[in-house]
Structure formats: structure tokens, C-alpha cells
């Protein structure tokens, strides 16, 4: 049912609700269930902030009677995906007063939802979970892990670049290389969020209190930055917000120009993707380390991403990979995926033809296999994918060999 045409409308015991997309007119009513629900504090720029946010996604709320109780907002955002770019929704600003939580308001909401990202041809969808165990009734599963650094000032000092080629500039100066810089390094990678203007002036850039230092070649070459701030009670906390380097020299010139801050700072923190491992910058290896999950993904739109995914295998090779999908009935099939010397045929099919390479998941398992933030044997072994070693195995040869990382929350 389109929700620009007809209401979308349950009623039984509860009280009748209405689903509608929402306008600038609702923008008030959205802004003070926001404050409500997630207890911040009114401010000027907390609002504009949000307004920004508004304006560029697409609202969809629920109403109780005239009400706005319930409401999401859906970011139209791009990922790189080893050199492909992939259409994703950005799930934000989910969020119930708390007199209609469990009437299945954020379900509807979540639904509807996932069907506007398929029409708009959004095959994998984002979102920073309050709860793993809430989401993943709709699909969604941990597929993002960060590795967490708190590093001591008496660490560093373990090498010194060759040159010193680090200027502390600003942003509105060097905007251009510095979006370059992230561009290639992150293109080739699994899951980044592809920037465009937007994402950098009102999420990455948008307070005044971060800073940057630009790392420049032998030839004046933009190579590498770093994006930080002080924090804590006394500001003596040096918070690396983001370190990009397309060079070895880069990477060590932007370290030299961290530890030159040492003498200044009582600890430094930096967060990276969970397999970078930076134990052999420093003058000790016994640097503070801890794991923790990061965003949640679900594939949207499993036929058409599967015809978008860079697969390596040039053989001819076909599997039927069986989906449970509890929540988005077009991804609930068995899809025959052909592959042949780069070209790919997908389509859905009653019975498996061969049972030789048939595969069954559901779709938070297909989607952590795609992402590859774990193997398929791995899958296989804990029960989660259904198949045998040959088709684990098989599979798992052309997906691309990487892990995947992610530097933007919302």
C-alpha cells in the first residue's frame, strides 16, 4: 500500500494509527518527540542540527489519532564496496513516546520503511542499534567491529619519520584533498560511506572544536590527515577522531606529529577497524586495547545486490542460496545465482535444480557473510548457514578478502 496515496492504518485494541511521510509542517511535533525520547537538552544549535537532518532525509512518522508518537528518518547515503558503489539507506532518529512503546508502532514504521528503500533501489541499510537484540527482529545484525586504543604519552617515541611534512590547517582551506585523501583510501574497502558534501559539512566537519593536520609528499601532494580534539575536564585527553594515510611515510609523519603532543596530554584514544593493529608504532607494545561492536546492516534488496556484487570468479559456477527474511517478503526466496567470466544472472526459483551448492540463511547470516564479517566455514560451524563444506568454501572463494570498516555513525 503506497503511503502517498493511502493511510496505513492498524487497529484491533490499540489505538488507530496512521503512517504518513512527513513535511516541514511536522517538523515541530518530530523535534519535541525527539527531545522527549532521547532526554537532550534544547539548544539553538541542537535544533539546527536536527533541521538539517529533517530537510535532507525522508521522514516517516506514526500518528495516534492526530499525535505524532512515532517516528524515523531515512538518510539517502552511498557505500563503497571493494571498488563498487552501493545505494544504502541510513536508518536515524527511531524513536516512540514511551506510553505507545510495544503497540508495534516502530514495527510498522520499519516495515514501511524497508519497502521506500527497496523502491528507491537501496540494497543494504545502516543503523546504530539501542538494542542488537531489538533490531535484529527486523533483519538487521552486527556487522561492524571497532578496535579501541587508549595510548599513554609515554608510548610514543618509537621512530621517526623521514621528513616532517605535517601543517595543522583548516578545513575550509584544504576541504578538497582531504576528501580526496578519504576517497582513495576508503574505495576499495568493505561498507565506508562514500561522502558527499552533506555528510561532510553537518556530520563529519560540523563541530568547531575539531581540528586537522594534512600530511603533504616531496611534491606538495596531499598523502594523508588527521582529525582530532582535546576533550576531558581539563582538556588534557587527545581524542584521534580519524587517521587516513595512503602511505607508509604518511602514516608515520602523522603519528611523529601526534606524539609531539605528549608532553601536553595525560592519554590519547583512537579507534580503528577491528583488524588494524598499531602495537608496532610505539616505543611499547602493551598499549590498551578492547573491542566493541559497532553499526548494524541488512541487506534491502538481496536479488539486486547480488546482481551488483563484485564477485571474483571468472568459472562458470551456480548456487542456490536459499533466504529467511521474516520481515521483507521479496528477499523470502530461493535465488539461483549464475556466475560466468564476469557476467551474473540472478533470479528466483521454486526448487533447487542441484542441490550440490545450495546454501540456506537467514538474511542477518547472509548479510555478516557479504559484508564478510564472517566466513562462510565459520557460519557453517556455528549452525547459522545451512550447507555443506564444498559450498561454504566455494563461495567464500570469490567474495573479496577484506574486512569491513566504518567511520561515520548516525
Known sequence: MGLNKNSYESGGDQIMT?????????????????????????????KEKMQKEFEYGSALGSFSGEQLTSSLILFP????????????????????????????????????NLKEMKDKGMVLSYLAPFSYHFYRKFGYEVTFEERQYDIKPEDFGSFKAPEQRVKRVRWEDHKEEI???YAEKM???????????????????????KKLALYEDKKGAAKGYVLYGFSGENQNRFEIKELMALTGDAEQALWTFIGSHAAGFENFSFSV?????????????????????????????????????????????????????????????????????????????????????YMKASIQTWTQLFMQYKKAADLRFEGSLDCTREAAHALQSLLPADVPELHDFF
Not at 496512521?18 to 539553538?44: C, G, I, P, Q, W
Not at 503497540?103 to 514504521?109: D, E, I, N
Open 77 to 112: 547515503f552511498e557505500v563503497y564496496y571493494h571498488g563498487q558503489v552501493f545505494k544504502m539507506g541510513g536508518i536515524g532518529n527511531v524513536t516512540s513516546y514511551p506510553e505507545v512503546r510495544g503497540q508495534g508502532q516502530v514495527r510498522q514504521l520499519m516495515t514501511a
Open 273 to 357: 577497524r577491528s583488524d588494524q593493529k598499531l602495537s608496532h608504532l610505539f616505543r611499547e607494545a602493551r598499549l590498551e586495547q578492547k573491542m566493541e561492536a559497532g553499526m548494524m546492516v541488512r541487506i534491502v534488496d538481496m536479488e539486486n545486490f547480488l546482481k551488483q556484487f563484485p564477485f571474483k570468479g571468472i568459472e562458470k559456477q551456480t548456487f542456490y542460496l536459499n533466504v529467511t527474511d521474516e520481515t521483507a517478503e521479496w528477499n523470502d526466496k530461493v535465488f539461483k545465482l549464475v556466475l560466468n567470466e564476469g557476467n551474473i544472472s540472478v533470479r528466483t526459483v521454486d526448487e533447487p535444480e542441484d542441490k550440490t551448492f
Open 179 to 181: 576528501k580526496a585523501v
Open 18 to 46: 496512521t503512517l504518513r511521510h512527513l513535511t516541514s509542517e511536522d517538523f515541530e511535533e518530530v523535534y519535541n518527540l525527539n527531545l522527549y525520547a532521547f532526554h537532550f537538552k534544547h539548544t539553538t544549535e541542537s
Open 187 to 209: 574505495m576499495d574497502a568493505i561498507g565506508p560511506v562514500k561522502r558527499n558534501s552533506w555528510i561532510w559539512d553537518n556530520r563529519i566537519m560540523v563541530s568547531k572544536e
